[in-house]
């Protein structure tokens, strides 16, 4: 079955960076497109950032470009984000998910939470 286990959260302070990493399993990831995306305290889900299945191209919301990098490994079935600069905005759980034959498939989250 499909499995998207996220990880590489933490507590850290404004300005400072962290990768999360999601590593995939029970589906050809070298065929996917795959997506970040987080959930703040008391708000809706949003996207963050999204990679073709080749890595070939990417897209960030407004609000993390020019900081946030996603890439994708096809040999070790994992999609990184690299957060750089981050601020306390940053905090809240992150997803990865990908859409294999219209259904959507979410990983567990993984807590960032930015101090100031």
């Known amino acids: 079955q499909v499995q998207l286990v996220e990880s590489g959260g933490g507590s850290v302070q404004a300005g400072e960076s962290l990768r999360l990493s999601c590593e995939a399993s029970g589906f050809i990831f070298s065929t996917q497109p795959m997506g970040w995306f987080r959930q703040a305290p008391g708000k809706e889900r949003e996207f963050v950032a999204t990679?073709?299945?080749?890595?070939?191209?990417?897209s960030y919301a407004d609000s993390v470009k020019g900081r946030f990098t996603i890439s994708k490994h096809n040999a070790k079935n994992t999609v990184y984000l690299q957060m750089n600069a981050l601020k306390p905005e940053d905090t809240g759980i992150y997803y990865c998910?990908?859409?294999?034959?219209?259904?959507?498939?979410w990983g567990q989250g993984t807590q960032v939470t930015v101090s100031s």
């Open positions: 990679i073709t299945w080749s890595g070939g191209s990417t």
């Open positions: 998910r990908t859409t294999i034959r219209s259904y959507t498939y």
